[in-house]
């Protein structure tokens, strides 16, 4: 069975900082996709960002990239240019091509921006 | 429209009461999700509709009903709760339950607490 670990249970940044949050998971499949989720004080789970295994180019979008690293089973997400509502719980999410659209997720890290 | 909505927002009910979570999607989707998130805790999967039939159980006890009336409406009715159950129900959807790049999309949540 495929496990996730987020190993950072809470982190503070600086507004206009940046930040990377680590993740790391293992599994014996070659393909499957890695997700970030960000969930905020007001609840509601959001996609920040997807990785496809079979693509080596970082995911990106907008100031959040990840640096994916397969052999090492390694995906974590940089935060740049930190702004107050990146505050949240974010969750990295494993799912294997095999079977359903079953998410693995880590234990969250909270991640604290200060003004 | 990307939306999942969740009513009630907050549910405050007996052990001997019955009520009911309600979850609706427009986005067309054919698979519906029930979650159960304590708090600073990732989501636990519970139930999966894949086409409005019930797919996964995740070993839930029989004190939460799952029901799918149709494609866009997936309700959790709630008997004889313990206070342990008091948690954030979460619902989700996605295009379909297996394959391909297929993002759960999440609602807001119903906070339910259990006296």
């Known amino acids: 069975a495929q496990t996730v670990t987020q190993s950072q249970p809470e982190m503070s940044v600086q507004e206009a900082e940046t930040v990377t949050l680590s993740c790391t998971y293992d599994t014996s499949e070659s393909d499957y996709y890695l997700f970030w989720y960000k969930q905020p004080p007001s609840r509601q789970m959001i996609l920040v960002i997807r990785?496809?295994?079979?693509?080596?180019q970082n995911a990106t979008e907008n100031r959040f990239s990840v640096n994916f690293q397969k052999a090492a089973k390694s995906f974590s997400l940089k935060i740049s240019d930190s702004q107050l509502g990146d505050a949240a719980m974010y969750f990295c999410a494993y799912r294997s091509l095999l079977g359903g659209n079953k998410l693995v997720f880590g234990a969250g890290t909270i991640l604290r921006v200060k003004s | 429209d990307t939306e999942v909505t969740q009513t009630p927002k907050h549910l405050v009910m007996g052990m001997t009461n019955k009520k009911s979570l309600k979850c609706e999607q427009h986005?067309?989707?054919?698979?519906m999700y029930w979650y159960k998130q304590k708090a600073k805790k990732p989501p636990e999967l519970m139930f999966v509709y894949s086409y409005e039939k019930l797919s996964i159980n995740e070993s839930v006890p029989s004190r939460f009903s799952p029901e799918c009336p149709n494609s866009s409406l997936l309700n959790l009715h709630l008997h004889a709760l313990q206070p342990e159950d008091s948690a954030l129900y979460l619902c989700?959807?996605?295009?379909?339950?297996?394959?391909?790049?297929?993002?759960?999309?999440f609602g807001p949540g119903t906070r339910l607490t259990v006296l």
């Open positions: 990785q496809e295994a079979y693509k080596q």
């Open positions: 989700a959807s996605s295009q379909v339950w297996a394959g391909g790049n297929n993002e759960q999309f």
């Open positions: 986005m067309g989707h054919r698979a």
